[in-house]
């Protein structure tokens, strides 16, 4: 990559910041709603026509690539996966290939939940657009076009070709997403010679230094039912002749977990990873602050105290250990002023994240044990039910690997320094998805900021993230270009031993294997 180019990319970005955020603002105002596809499925495959018609233009195929799960659980049609690729002109054949994924939906929003303006009006104040989807995953997904653009219009070839796979149910488990990775896997397919994975759908670990992502939790995500009788009832003419199944719920939801966050079912511990020394050594460097982390999740100005003091301990607990969070009950009263009634059925919902090595079916059988066990101890009459909802490994990366290498060398060429290597607390089920159907590795290069209130009210995406990541993404496919060696997707051989990948050059090659040894 010459500095000529860079230089120039530099300044068509810079130039075309109005028109980046008219047409963020043009897919904010969409609502793609994915949790209520009754009402906005069609907003969503509007979301989805909008970004290929983009696509078109720029002189991409795309295509939108029917669900192959058809329908979710209750019968809703569920929107298709837009697909769509930009081959080099020259070479393309013999040039690597990265494919980038995004989603194109975003989490409920409405301005009585307490925003600032309308959420699917794209509202810049102080250097910062407000709206939603605008950092989570809208603003994201449309960089890697402008990308594309500044390609076209600057005369530069491509260094690498891109492949875009964009999806609409990502904030509703991606039905069909994972059905649609593993045919797109096979041999001649979509997938089937995709040498490098890029996903922007996290966050910086702070505010100003950016990072990369090598881990992310797994899930276990739970609802515990009790129902003690058929429709609701009066408390006042009933209460004292029924056992309620909110009393037994609270007491199974409370039976999980203690106020110190300690997890109070049986062996939900016993499979997690040692941390080796390796891993420890990642954190020192680490740019965090307890303090400062308190006043951005909005801790300070309530309790002022969490779980740990010292920023390693808590940087564990939030990415390498098991943790369990209660989020709700439904079919319990909920609105405002006073209601007297006593709920025929209470749904109880709760989930923890897990790491390696924990395996989400084991976790099911641990956490059903013992709400089963709790529940027997009550002497209870009325009816039990624990349903493991969706489930999902955790996934660790090798932040030493080319894929992630190319990403810090386009970061630091940005930023002016190297990023910090991180884990995630949250959950991209896609990540393990991708490398498990087709052995290449996947990176994850957040471009938004750790306050950016993804999924909550005033969702933001930096104006100078915007900018910057777009420069970071372009960057970042000249460095995959600059690789040296044969295409990763050629290969399907045995991997290096670890006295192999020691000779000079070995791991330089972009994968892990014996092909030319």
């Known amino acids: 990559m010459s500095d000529n180019f860079k230089s120039q990319f530099f300044q068509h970005v810079d130039a075309s910041v109005t028109q980046y955020i008219a047409e963020l603002g043009e897919a904010v105002a969409i609502p793609s709603v994915s949790a209520d596809l009754q009402t906005h499925l069609k907003d ?41 690729e930009f081959k080099a002109a020259d070479n393309s054949e013999s040039k690597k290939t990265v494919c980038c994924y995004a989603h194109l939906d975003v989490q409920p929003a409405a301005k009585e ?54 999806e609409g149910m990502e904030e509703s488990g991606s039905e069909g997403m994972f059905e649609a990775i593993q045919i ?3 041999e001649g397919k979509f997938l089937s010679d995709v040498d490098f994975f890029c996903i922007s759908d996290n966050y910086w670990l702070g505010a100003s230094k950016p990072c990369l992502t090598y881990g992310l939790r797994g899930l276990a995500y739970f609802s515990c039912s009790v129902q003690c009788c058929e429709q609701d009832l009066h408390s006042g003419v009933l209460g004292g002749t029924v056992h309620e199944a909110m009393t037994d719920l609270v007491q199974l939801m ?16 016993d499979d997690v990873a040692e941390v080796t020394p390796e891993e420890d050594a990642l954190y020192e460097t680490i740019d965090f602050n307890c303090e400062s982390y308190k006043k951005e999740n909005k801790v300070a100005s309530v309790s002022n105290k969490l779980m740990y003091e010292n920023e390693k301990d808590l940087l564990m607990a939030r990415w390498r250990y098991p943790t369990l969070s209660l989020h709700g009950i439904e079919g319990a009263f909920s609105g405002t002023g006073a209601k007297t009634v006593i709920p025929a059925k209470a749904i109880g919902k709760f989930s923890l994240r897990l790491v390696p090595d924990q395996d989400p079916k084991r976790i099911e059988i641990c956490v059903s044990d013992h709400l089963n066990k709790v529940f027997a101890s009550l002497g209870s009459p009325n009816k039990m039910n624990v349903t493991l909802l969706h489930g999902a490994k955790a996934w660790l990366s090798d932040p030493n690997h080319p894929n992630f290498a190319a990403a810090a060398r386009a970061t630091e060429k940005v930023y002016g320094l190297l990023p910090d290597y991180t884990r995630e607390g949250g959950s991209i089920p896609i990540t393990t998805a991708f490398e498990e159907a087709t052995q290449m590795n996947v990176c994850l290069l ?35 270009g600059e690789l040296k060696g044969p ?11 670890p006295e192999e990948l020691m000779e000079p050059g070995a791991f330089m090659r972009g994968f892990k294997c014996k092909c030319f040894m």
């Not at 950016?452 to 990541?469: F, I, P, R, T, W």
């Open 44 to 84: 969503i495959i509007q979301m989805e026509e909008w970004t290929k018609s983009y696509i078109e233009r720029l002189g991409g195929s795309a295509e939108l690539l029917p669900n192959p799960k058809g329908v979710d659980d209750v019968g809703n049609e569920l929107p298709p996966i837009l697909l769509a």
């Open 113 to 166: 939940d307490g925003w600032d303006s309308d959420p699917f009006v794209l509202t810049e104040k102080d250097d910062k657009l407000y709206g939603r989807g605008s950092t989570d995953d809208k603003g994201p997904a449309l960089s890697w076009l402008w990308v594309i653009q500044a390609h076209r219009k600057l005369g530069v070839d491509l260094p690498v070709n891109v492949k875009l796979m964009f």
């Open 184 to 186: 797109l896997s096979k």
């Open 254 to 269: 409370a039976s999980l977990i203690d106020s110190s966050g300690k997890i109070l079912v049986p062996g939900i511990m």
């Open 446 to 480: 957040p471009v938004g900021a750790c306050d950016d209130m993804a999924h909550s009210q005033n969702e933001k995406y930096n104006k100078k993230n915007l900018v910057n990541g777009v420069k970071v993404l372009g960057l970042y496919l000249h460095e995959l």
């Open 487 to 497: 295409r990763p997707s050629d290969c399907r051989c045995v991997e290096l031993t």
